[in-house]
């Protein structure tokens, strides 16, 4: 079978490395990759949001199965696009990555469904936002306010304003931020306290199958200080979650989306993340993804026993519920390997040493994100993220110290890594 992978973070090299594993593949392409990725598929130089190319790319080369990374084509409707065509791909259809695409439509779901979740207002121009909060219509001077931009917006579109001058601020600023698109509508949040945590599960439509609960750490200094990124590391523990708390999750959360999702006409395919906050009130969600997490999926994928290609077929046939997906016992983490000046201004060009030597370690591996290469074993730094050191373990100390001490012999010059995920 041949398989098309979308995108060329570490989160895709992490599936691309999942299925070179299935023997059930006999070629295997990523658009548009990176210089990791090319050590495990063949990569074709189209641009993920190039929807049109993709589609007659994969009708010529008979493409049996086509797996989208990100958000941006789930968006703009890269699976209603190749269904069209008779092609099989895993992903949400447009109407349902709405869910991320606009928060506003995710609130307003969740609402219609009784899924927990913080209190909130749209309001539908930025000035209309200020005046919600000058009005006292909503929060109150001394509370935090959650700021989100409407639209997409890499992981920019959200500022937890601690009172209503920095929210005041933050609407301002959210256009120059994010773009006006984005921007066009504002969320305003009221701020919950809790722990966070990510569960995403694979969807067929109605059955669905959790993968091991993740904790992203987001902000580049450790004890979680300086600006958000797109994520520093990862990792998974079943303990984040008590049994009651899952319990709670899916009946409050999980089976109200999937089920909201069929009643309003587009049922749920494919990988479905939950950002969810532990309150004293109980779970409540945060947001929706509508597709792996990047470095999250490192994470996950790194303990992942059962064949991909079996898992992908089974959500587009909706029989999730006849396989049972396997997991290595234990935990696992990444550790990303940032670039000098990330995330502001990363600097490029920096020659990598040592990916050979972290790789050679048991239970670990390498997943490029920002990387480039002259030859095949000389690597160059080539974006903020640059590498996710990934170690499974029969313990969270096993996966960590194991990740860590394959991060420490990798080196390049500016390379920036937190000691304390997983702390
Ligand atoms: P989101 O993209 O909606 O997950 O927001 C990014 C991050 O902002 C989350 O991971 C939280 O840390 C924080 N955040 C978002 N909404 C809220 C909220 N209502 N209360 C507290 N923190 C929030
Ligand atoms: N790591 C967060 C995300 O992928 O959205």
């Not at 000058?134 to 001077?141: I, Q, W």
Request: hydrophobic fraction near 45%; charged fraction near 25%; aromatic fraction near 6%.
């Amino acid at each position: 079978m041949k398989v098309l992978v979308i995108g060329s973070g570490g989160r895709e090299h992490a599936i691309c490395v999942a299925f070179s594993k299935s023997s059930r593949i006999s070629k295997l392409y990523c658009a548009n990759g990176n210089a990791g990725i090319a050590r495990v598929a063949e990569c074709v130089s189209l641009k993920p949001d190039d929807i049109g190319g993709l589609r007659a790319f994969a009708a010529e080369h008979s493409i049996d199965l086509t797996f989208v990374g990100g958000e941006t084509p789930l968006a703009l409707g890269i699976v209603d696009e190749f269904e069209k065509q008779g092609l099989r791909i895993i992903g949400p259809t447009a109407a349902a990555a709405r869910l991320e695409a606009s928060k506003a439509f995710a609130k307003d779901f969740m609402a219609r469904h009784g899924v927990p979740t913080a209190n909130y207002v749209t309001a539908f121009s930025p000035a209309a936002a200020v005046a919600e909060l000058e009005t006292g219509a909503f929060g109150d001077d001394s509370m935090p306010v959650v700021v989100k931009a409407d639209g997409l917006a890499a992981g920019k579109g959200v500022v937890v304003a601690l009172n209503r001058a920095e929210a005041i601020a933050a609407i301002n600023e959210m256009a120059d931020l994010v773009g006006a698109d984005a921007a066009e509508k504002i969320v305003l949040e009221e701020c919950m306290f809790g722990r966070e945590v990510s569960l995403l599960l694979f969807a067929d439509g109605e059955g669905y199958s959790l993968m091991p609960p993740t904790r992203d750490h987001k902000r580049i200094g450790e004890s979680d200080t300086g600006p958000n990124t797109g994520g520093m590391g990862t990792f998974t523990d079943r303990a984040l979650l008590t049994d009651d708390q899952l319990a709670v999750i899916e009946e409050t959360v999980i089976k109200p989306t999937l089920r909201g999702c069929q009643s309003e006409g587009f049922g749920f395919r494919g990988i479905l993340f939950l950002g969810l906050m532990m309150t004293d009130g109980g779970p409540k969600l945060l947001e929706y993804n509508v597709r792996f997490g990047d470095p999250e999926t490192q994470s996950i994928l790194i303990r992942l026993e059962t064949d991909l290609v079996d898992i992908c077929e089974a959500m587009l046939d909706g029989t999730l519920g006849n396989l049972s997906i396997k997991w290595r016992e234990g935990n696992s983490a990444c550790i990303i390997l940032a670039a000098k000046n990330y995330p502001a201004k990363p600097r490029i060009g920096d020659m990598i040493y040592g990916i050979e030597d972290a790789e050679a370690l048991e239970n670990v591996e390498v997943f490029h994100a920002g990387t480039s290469a002259l030859t095949d074993d000389e690597f160059y730094t080539a974006g903020g993220r640059v590498l996710g050191v990934t170690a499974s373990g029969e313990d969270l100390q096993t996966a960590l110290s194991t990740a860590y001490k394959a991060a420490g012999m990798i080196r390049f010059d500016g390379m920036q890594f937190r000691r304390d995920i997983g702390k």
